[in-house]
């Protein structure tokens, strides 16, 4: 079994920082293209930020210029810096990678349990 852990929310106010980190564990060949989406109240989820495994990256337009994405190939994490925090931030972000994996073989998508972020105004 494969599994997704976020950790690095949290409150914090409007104008701050945060860090979100998720470490995927368990029987795993590769890691191919990460994320971090997120859902608020009453919406649907939402891409923020992906990264593939060459490190291209592509952002929600809401989030370019205030969020990046990074990953430890060696250690299967991904991390999302957000900087200048707003209060529509506010939301569950949740974790996403597609994962090979022995058995059945093959690359599946794999999610985490979200994290929550509180931007106050």
């Known amino acids: 079994q494969v599994q997704l852990v976020e950790s690095g929310g949290g409150l914090v106010q409007a104008g701050g920082s945060l860090r979100l980190s998720c470490v995927a564990s368990?029987?795993?060949?590769?890691?191919?293209?990460m994320g971090w989406y997120r859902q608020a109240p009453g919406k649907q989820r939402e891409l923020v930020a992906r990264?593939?495994?060459?490190?291209?990256?592509n952002y929600a337009d809401s989030v370019k210029g205030r969020f990046t994405i990074s990953r430890d190939n060696a250690n299967n994490r991904v991390y999302l810096q957000m900087n200048s925090l707003k209060p529509e931030d506010t939301a569950v972000y949740y974790c996403?990678?597609?994962?090979?994996?022995?058995?059945?073989?093959?690359?599946?998508?794999?999610w985490g349990q979200g994290t929550q972020v509180t931007v106050s105004s």
């Open positions: 368990g029987k795993i060949l590769s890691m191919n293209s």
């Open positions: 996403n990678a597609n994962i090979m994996i022995p058995s059945p073989f093959g690359f599946y998508d794999y």
């Open positions: 990264i593939t495994l060459g490190r291209s990256t």
